[in-house]
């Protein structure tokens, strides 16, 4: 039977705190700097709200690698040779 651990973000966080600040507040502070930035100088909100679209979307797919990543590094060194 498998079991499915959910890996909460939390718990990212404290094993990798960089990697995952940088994967998940950097596309987040892009997407509002462009859409400020498009207020401020009255720019056309579509091509800056699309961007933000993109952004969010790359942080949440490039998360899930990240903890899919993790959790294999996990399992490798907890089931790998001299593991057991």
Do not use: D, W
Not at 21 to 29: D, I, K, Q, S
Not at 48 to 58: D, N, P, Q, R, T
Request: aromatic share 8%.
């Amino acid at each position: 039977m498998s079991v499915r651990h959910s890996l909460s973000f939390v718990e990212l966080f404290r094993a990798t705190p960089a990697k995952s600040a940088l994967l998940t507040l950097a596309p987040v502070t892009l997407a509002l700097g462009q859409l400020c930035n498009s207020y401020v100088n009255g720019v056309s909100p579509a091509v800056s709200i699309m961007f933000a679209v993109v952004m969010l979307g790359f942080a949440v797919v490039a998360m899930g690698h990240h903890a899919a990543e993790y959790r294999v590094r996990r399992l490798e060194t907890e089931y790998g040779p001299g593991g057991i």
